[in-house]
């Protein structure tokens, strides 16, 4: 990965930089899967399972397809630049550098990875108080405003001072 290693002396992102990194990225996903629910929705209804669950089946699956391409690209982009695209527009990255994909897996698993879930009744207010709790959780963490995510990885979001 670029970049050198940040030092004692790296600054944590502030919670704000850190909640406008996700929105930012939010916006991005949240166009595809409202381009997939309606896809699904349509494929669904032509062939006769509209339906299904209620009615449900296709934010059922575009949350769990959506919610899959999220963590996968919070790894990958992790993974080969130590940022995604919205943490490089709020200039926040991941450190240290140096941390193992697989590492970075199990990040992803725990954060966003429970947007999958989100397109299941009931289950999503599950899903929506653990990504709400993982958010408070990095306001209490002082100094270093580590979530859950973050400590199974060993990392931490600091300023990008480059």
Partial sequence: MAGTPP?????????WERLAARFIEALVFGVFYYILFIALWGFLRTVGMSEVFGGRLPGVIGWAVAGFAYAGYDWW???RRGRTFGKAIMRIRLAPDDRPPRTLLKRSL???????LMGIPVVNLVAGMLLFGVGLLILMDKPLERGPHDRV??????KDLR
């Fill in 7 to 15: 030092g004692p002396q790296a600054r944590p992102a502030e919670w």
């Fill in 153 to 158: 990885a060993g990392t931490r979001v600091v």
């Fill in 77 to 79: 982009a992790h993974s």
């Fill in 110 to 116: 725990v954060y966003p990875a429970p947007l999958m």
